[in-house]
């Protein structure tokens, strides 16, 4: 081709594509030979991918035209009305969001970013056009059936079968009922009958299916780098435990994460025996130190303490975010009963039901902030004070006031909460944040229980953990010792502490201390590489275990497959140790509770608890203890003028980097930020534009000598002088997927200050880094006719949502006076079902439709997790998130309101609404999405062509279109993933919410069998399934007495965009607010207008 | 200037218009064809399978019923094909020696599968589910052909999306009795062989099989004790005798008569709640 003279023009277009890039680089790669320039050109996209490193997109970053404070607020002040906004562009009107919305799709999704350059892909497409009329007389190659030998009795396949087990975490196991196809785990979700969670899930325990299946899973034994047997390692392990029998384990250390199983403290204890002198210490980097030394501190023992939300008129947040994931303790049960409370549906027993009040004060905007009817961001090193003068307000004897809230608005939103507290005594909650200093939970228990809360509302319990531990002394202990030479074995089960150790500690260099280091992982990760011997940990889906729910029950961790490569439980290491050492997993647990369970047939009984998944009773009673407070004071030390305060937080997906090979968690966009696949070091505007940095710059933080680049990002409601840096990313060997992104927050992290750390110095690098963050993404360009002003600036975001009505809610009190607000105002009217050039369908039968309670999401993007197990959904990576091309079917949309630092936020799950008069159906050439006679847009894959024409008719914007081979065909351990009810869907194909359509046929068939109708609540779809706040209702609308139909037929229930008259069968129950009366002027004074 | 072309040149330009019509015509024919031939559904080609099992033997000449190897066809969409220990049952004791069966012994000795050949292999993208077809009276062998005759099996039908959709356009046409499913020799009633058939009316949650009871023998000839069976206390009103193309036997005046599948076909259809060609042709109910 290169030979083709410059005259002629016909064979020419592929050099020309070649220069398509532009740019010297490319000109001389066009006289490289072929072959050789296609791979120099994929390499660049490659390493474009890898490091994202100058990446130039359309959509720049808010950073060219930044705007500042003032700007924004000048912007805001002439508007009337309630003023929504999702991203600062927006709010600003800045070209480069006009020219974002310009377009369907974001910059460069519609261009080829992939390895295949477009010379390539013309080539291909060449052949496969000459081919296009055969491809539909292609033969299917032959497939093979493979039987069983014997097949297990009660195996019917093609049928799921369930199973119930429980995902230890941290903070309390998660009980989880597994749907199991052929014995392989397809979908995880709560246990429906235990009385936790009741069946709901959140998106870590969702997302763990995937980290079972991890490609990159340690799959084999090694000793320095080589594989061995693990009976090898069994061998060697007898050996040195003989050995030190006669010294009594002097010198065998074990650290472990946080023990979550009963059995493994049972087995250490009795280990303890015979090795008296041996050490068992945990560390998490994310653990309950602050907690339970106050609970040492306040009650002489270590307690947990479980908030009984369903009595609480007032709740008070101390920078406790109990409303966005697991992270923290008792999140499912807590998110329930405070949605409970919130939705305001009268039932024959509670006919006026009360809302509940939530204040919040944050040092991180988390979603549980944003909830809050009441709010106030403050430093972290400040909530201590806050909480002493709460304290000292309600007369606590010890308690001093700190100075800084005795005056101005934040003396008026103490007294506020003061009163409120006060008035409720007995009927109110303070809940202190994990992340906070032992002297925020202290003062939560001596609030608590002068408010005479505790055994009400607040009550202490066992803790769940078997082994609580002051876990940032142990890990100092380790190091010591370590240090010192005392360490001969280090047993390492399931932690990682090169990559989270506290930085001062150096756990690395004090590693070459020891002679002998075990590892048991689930990945060679930083650890494992140091360590002598690595041996593959099983996964909690393929073993023997035991946990306690956050409220104590049992739960019985069974394996729903056979290790995938042979893993090994810590329970089988340390039964190493005993008498008996080669007594499996299953007896271990099975021998610990056996003898605790009722009834003579104890079999029997141990049948029915691995059946349930859980010893019924076992819940913890609440112990009757008195708090002994001394004294408390929180007035934060005074810090150096010119720096910055940083908080360090669990990332709500990747948590401490422990699922930073999950690709879900990677690619799901978190609460409030949205961003996908990094982390980056969050500011408020403010002090990003006094430090006169744009989003994604990159900068320098330099914290007591320590120092870590990362990219700036800005996020409303975020206090000033503060950074909050998320951990769990900037791994090195955590996989394919989670090696890379981000940046390391731990280098920052010390055992002094592992939670806060004052006086951090920001340089400015000159570097940027791009950030995905998807919250721009779901823009459209309205026509007038569409109810646009013509402008093209109308989009689905914020700077309608108002006037369209997007987000409707009031507060309690104008709910009171006006029950119809939902539909009253300027909002335009949804017009009658005559008004349509269409004919209407007839629904005879079932009429499927949603309900979604803005009132109880609460954001914590659980249902996005579970879709995507759900529904085979494929990820994109980051480079292609930043284009727009994120596969979510369900997402949540985040509307801020008010002012840029003290603003409300919306959360609104999004998804295909299944229009009635769906635009999307109007306008596809070939039929691809249709409307069923039930009243879903179906679409079928196969005949799609990829025109996009319905994604451009959509006026949600909820269709994804396959822009590349996004699906993985080829890993073997991600097929058995698959939910084999659903298509995987290959490039060129639009997808989307089908309200899970291959449920609804499960159970049409599972009823047609029966001869009889759909029940309600028979079918529940994948997103409703995991909601810990049970905020989505499916069901029949045609049948009056379902529970959607009777949600629809409340006054509060309104269409998003309905006036188009697309007929949503989603509909969106209005939000009613609780917010203070005396405190809301004074929150939102300086937003531009008051609602 | 002198014409390039000729006047005669005229026919020879309107007879290759004529000529590219016809090519193109035979090209979109034969591509249909194409499509729809054996070559590509495999319609009636018997796969070399790792042992040649036969149907015809089995079914035919030893009389198992289908379900003692496809053991999931009425609780699952999945039919089931039999692990080597079903095989084994028998031929642990017969045939112990053939060289015929050295793959099944092989794998019942290795513990390997025997790879089987798929002969009814669909689109991934298509959903079939056996056990509401079975369940809602669509025989083995309206879709699977005479299987007992099948020395080796092979595909009788195309399998493609047109003959799914004739019958999703009109269920009844291949509706049977559920007591008529493994009946590999039915042929639906005629005037020379007609089904009589009896309701108690369709119940909320009762199967099918318990509401409805169909017979190809004379209920008014059958002995007294079988007729007792069949004769159930039934309210049916009898609407169907009329529209259904048959006569009520006299003797039974709770059975209806039916000689002609078209009649038999809307009788069922209510019996069973098919649902409507709509529902039933609709996307969802296969793709998803």
Known sequence: ?1091 | MAQIFDRSSNALVRMSLVLTGLIVIALGVSLDELQRSPWVTRQGQRAEQPVPFSHEHHVMGLGLQCQYCHTSVEKSGYAGIPPTETCMNCHAQMWTNAALLQPVRQSWATGASIPWIRVHDLPDFVYFNHEIHVNKGIGCSTCHGRVDLMPLMYEQNTLQMEWCLNCHRNPGRNLRPTSEIYNMAWTGPTAQKPVWCSTTGPKDGVPTAQTVDCTTVDPSRANPQTASINMLPAVYEGHMADGGGGARAPAALDYVKFTSQDGLGQFLEKQYRIRTPQELSSCETCHR
């Open chain 1, 1 to 1091: 081709m290169r030979d083709v003279p410059p005259m002629s023009w016909t064979g020419d277009s592929a050099t020309g594509t070649g220069q398509q890039r532009g740019g010297p680089a490319d000109l001389d790669l066009n006289n490289l030979d072929d072959g050789r320039r296609e791979a120099e050109m994929a390499k660049e996209t490659v390493k474009d991918q890898n490091e994202m490193a100058a990446l130039k997109t359309g959509h720049e970053p808010a950073g060219e035209a930044l705007l500042t404070l003032e700007q924004a607020r000048a912007k805001l002040a002439g508007k009337t009305g309630k003023k929504y906004w999702r991203s600062l562009d927006e709010l600003a009107d800045t070209p480069a969001f006009h020219e974002m919305v310009q377009r369907e799709f974001p910059a460069e999704a519609a261009e080829w970013i992939d390895p295949v350059t477009r010379r390539g892909f013309l080539k291909v497409m060449g052949a496969s056009l000459a081919l296009a009329g055969l491809s539909g007389c292609t033969k299917q190659p032959d497939e093979q059936i493979y039987p069983y030998i014997k097949q297990p009795e009660d195996l019917v396949l093609g049928r799921p079968v369930y199973f119930a087990t429980a995902f230890p975490f941290p903070t309390g196991a998660i009980p989880l009922l597994v749907k199991s196809d052929a014995y392989r785990p397809i979908k995880l979700d709560g246990n429906p009958e235990h009385p936790f969670n009741r069946g709901t899930s959140d998106i870590i325990t969702q997302a763990t299916l995937l980290d079972m299946y991890d490609p990159d899973r340690s799959q084999r034994p090694l000793y320095r780098g080589e594989v061995r047997p693990f009976i090898e390692f069994v061998a060697a392990f007898r050996a040195m435990a003989a050995d030190k029998k006669a010294g009594g384990g002097q010198g065998l250390y074990i650290l472990s994460d946080t023990v979550t199983s009963p059995t493994l403290a049972a087995q250490w204890k009795t280990a303890q025996k015979s090795y008296p002198q041996a050490k068992w210490l945990q560390w998490d980097p994310v653990n309950r130190d602050s907690w339970y030394t106050a609970s040492k501190t306040a009650f002489g023992d270590y307690y947990d303490a479980q908030y009984r939300l369903e009595g609480a008129d007032v709740i008070l947040s101390l920078d406790a975010d109990f409303l966005s994931g697991i992270a923290h303790p008792g999140f499912l049960r807590l998110a329930a009963d405070y949605a409970n409370r919130r939705k305001l549906q009268p039932t024959p027993s509670n006919p006026n039901p009360e809302i509940n009040r939530l204040y919040a004060v944050e040092s991180t905007p988390s979603t549980t902030g944003f909830k809050a009817d009441n709010r106030m961001a403050i430093k972290a090193s400040e909530v201590a004070g806050f909480a002493a003068s709460v304290a000292a307000a309600l007369g606590v004897a010890g308690a001093q006031a700190d100075a800084s809230w005795s005056s101005g608005p934040r003396q008026k939103f103490l007294s506020a909460v003061v009163a409120d507290l006060k008035a409720n005594g007995g009927k109110s909650a303070v809940i202190p944040g994990d992340q906070q200093s032992p002297a925020v939970h202290l003062a939560a228990i001596a609030i608590n229980q002068a408010l005479g809360n505790a055994g009400k509302t607040v009550v202490y319990t066992e803790t769940v953990n078997p082994m609580p531990a002051i876990q940032g002394d142990d890990i100092k202990t380790l190091v010591a010792d370590m240090q010192a030479g005392k360490v001969d074995w280090l047993v390492i089960l399931n932690a990682n502490p090169v990559y989270t150790c506290p930085a001062d500690l150096n756990f690395e260099q004090a590693m070459g201390r020891v002679n002998t280091i075990v590892h048991l992982g689930s990945h060679v990760d930083e650890t494992a590489l140091g360590a002598h011997w690595h041996i593959n940990n099983a996964h909690y889906l393929e073993s023997w275990s035991d946990a306690r729910a956050y409220d104590g029950t049992v739960s019985v961790v069974q394996p729903m497959i056979d290790p995938l490569y042979g893993g090994k439980t810590p329970q089988e290491i340390i039964q190493s140790l005993l008498d008996d050492p080669d007594m499996s997993g299953y007896d271990a647990v099975r021998t610990n509770w056996i003898g605790t369970l009722p009834g003579a047939d104890k079999d029997f009984a141990w049948r029915k608890v691995l059946h349930d998944g859980f010893i019924t009773d076992t819940a913890f009673q609440p112990k009757t203890v008195t708090a002994k407070i001394g004294s408390l004071s929180g007035t934060p030390a005074a810090s150096a003028a010119g720096t910055l305060e940083v908080v360090f937080r669990p990332d709500p997906n990747v948590y401490d980097g422990r699922y930073a090979n999950v690709g879900w968690l990677q690619e799901i966009p978190k609460p409030i930020v949205s961003m996908s696949w990094d982390n980056a070091a969050l500011m408020s505007y403010e002090t990003r534009g006094r430090l006169g940095l744009a989003e994604e710059d990159v900068i320098e933080i330099e914290l007591n000598g320590r120092k870590i680049s990362a990219p700036v990002f800005s996020v409303p409601g975020h206090p000033d002088d503060t950074l909050s840096l998320a951990l769990g990313y900037g791994r090195q060997n955590a996989g394919r997927v989670g090696s890379g992104p981000g940046f390391n927050a731990y280098l920052l992290r010390t055992s002094a200050a592992p939670l806060f750390a004052g006086g951090a110095k920001i340089t400015k690098t000159g570097k940027t880094y791009p950030l995905a963050v998807t919250k721009s993404h779901y823009t459209d360009h309205r026509s007038v006719f569409a109810g646009g002003d013509g402008s093209g600036t109308h989009s689905l975001e914020g700077n309608e949502a108002m006037e369209r009505g997007i987000v409707r809610y009031a507060t309690v009190a104008d709910f009171k006076q006006h029950p119809d607000f939902a539909h009253e105002e300027n909002i335009p009217e949804d017009p009658k079902p005559n008004e349509t050039l269409f004919a209407n369908w007839r629904y005879d039968k079932n009429a499927w439709g949603m309900a979604i309670d803005m009132n109880s999401c609460v954001g914590c993007n659980a249902c996005i997790a579970a879709c995507y197990a759900e529904n085979n959904i494929a990820v994109v990576g980051k480079h292609q998130t930043k284009t727009g091309r994120i596969m979510q079917w369900i997402r949540i949309d985040t509307y801020f309101e008010g002012d840029l630092d003290a603003p409300r936020a919306h959360f609104q799950p999004m998804t295909c609404q299944q229009c009635e008069n769906a635009p999307c159906e109007q306008v596809c050439p070939v039929g691809a999405t249709i409307h069923s006679p039930e009243g879903l847009n179906v679409m079928v894959y196969n005949r799609c062509v990829g025109v996009r024409y319905c994604s451009n008719n959509c006026p949600y914007k909820v269709r994804k279109f396959n822009f590349l081979l996004f699906s993985d065909f080829t890993t073997p351990s991600l097929k058995l993933m698959r939910n084999p009810d659903v298509t995987v869907r290959s490039r060129g194909v639009m997808e989307k919410c089908s309200y899970c359509t291959q449920r609804i046929i499960a159970a049409k068939i599972a009823a047609d069998k029966q001869n009889r109708d759909i029940r309600d609540g028979e079918i529940v779809t994948a997103c409703q399934q995991s909601c810990p706040t049970g905020a989505i209702v499916f069901g029949n609308i045609n049948d009056k007495q379902s529970r959607v139909a009777k949600l629809k037929a409340q006054q509060r229930n309104y269409g998003v965009l309905a006036d188009l008259n697309v007929r949503p069968r989603t509909t969106y129950i209005a939000e009613v607010i609780n917010p203070n009366p005396d405190l809301d002027e004074a929150q939102i004074q300086s937003a531009p207008v008051n609602s």
